[in-house]
């Protein structure tokens, strides 16, 4: 990419950066996924051609899907909706069980989290109690830590309480998990909107 002309971002070495006739052109690199944003589409195709020149890439074509995130475009309003409901129902097939296969629809949690949350206590480390649960309990959290980060913002101070106990969780912290997965399940729909113009409360609140 450098020796194409991109610019690596000092904060992030997988996030590459070009300006080039007026236009910048920025691209993201995650293992083999790659994603790219332009103000030119007509230079995108160019420098996406001499890309494609040393490595092995598949035809450009817009955004809909990559690491368990949908993309949904409104060009109309000049931004895009972002979701995670087929991970969210993954996940949720995965530690709450299929409800097909139960032969009923589950009860959702309302909310993230309770008050409870924050009466968990740490166990001792090496408890048989620990022991049981840890293993599950550490997947789940870095389950819901993946969607609170990317798209998620309304769980993530519960996940930020959740990743205190992943040396010392127990029954209680397990079923505080997954009664965050329940919640997210019950709003899997739910999306993030990047782009477009401020909504009327919102602009409001700006500067100038």
């Given at each position: 990419m450098v020796e194409i002309g991109f610019n690596v971002c000092p904060v992030d070495p997988c996030l590459f950066r070009m300006e080039k006739e007026d236009h910048v052109i920025f691209c993201a690199f995650y293992i083999d996924d790659g994603v790219?944003?332009?103000?030119?589409?007509?230079?995108l195709e160019r420098i996406f051609k001499q890309i494609s020149t040393k490595l092995e890439c598949t035809p450009l074509e817009e955004l809909s899907t990559m690491l368990?995130?949908?993309f949904v475009h409104d060009r109309e309003?000049?931004?895009?909706?972002?979701?995670?409901?087929?991970?969210?129902?993954?996940?949720?097939?995965?530690?709450?069980?299929?409800?097909?296969a139960q032969g009923k629809a589950r009860k959702?949690?309302?909310?993230?989290?309770?008050?409870?949350?924050?009466?968990?206590?740490?166990?001792?480390?090496?408890?048989?109690?620990?022991?049981?649960?840890?293993?599950?309990?550490r997947s789940i959290v870095g389950s819901l830590n993946w969607v609170a980060m990317n798209g998620r913002p309304d769980i993530a101070l519960g996940v930020s309480i959740l990743s205190r106990y992943l040396?010392?969780?127990?029954?209680?912290?397990?079923?505080?998990?997954?009664?965050?997965?329940?919640?997210?399940?019950?709003?899997?729909n739910l999306c993030l909107k990047l782009g477009g113009k401020?909504?009327?409360?919102?602009?409001?609140?700006?500067p100038g």
């Open positions: 790219f944003a332009s103000t030119s589409m007509g230079l368990g995130m949908q309003q000049r931004c895009f909706w972002l979701n995670q409901t087929q991970y969210i129902r993954m996940i949720a097939k995965k530690y709450l069980g299929d409800p097909d959702h949690k309302a909310l993230p989290c309770s008050p409870s949350i924050l009466e968990l206590e740490l166990l001792d480390p090496q408890s048989e109690e620990v022991a049981k649960h840890q293993p599950d309990y040396h010392c969780p127990g029954a209680k912290h397990l079923q505080a998990a997954k009664d965050m997965i329940s919640y997210l399940e019950g709003t899997e401020p909504s009327e409360p919102f602009r409001d609140l700006l």
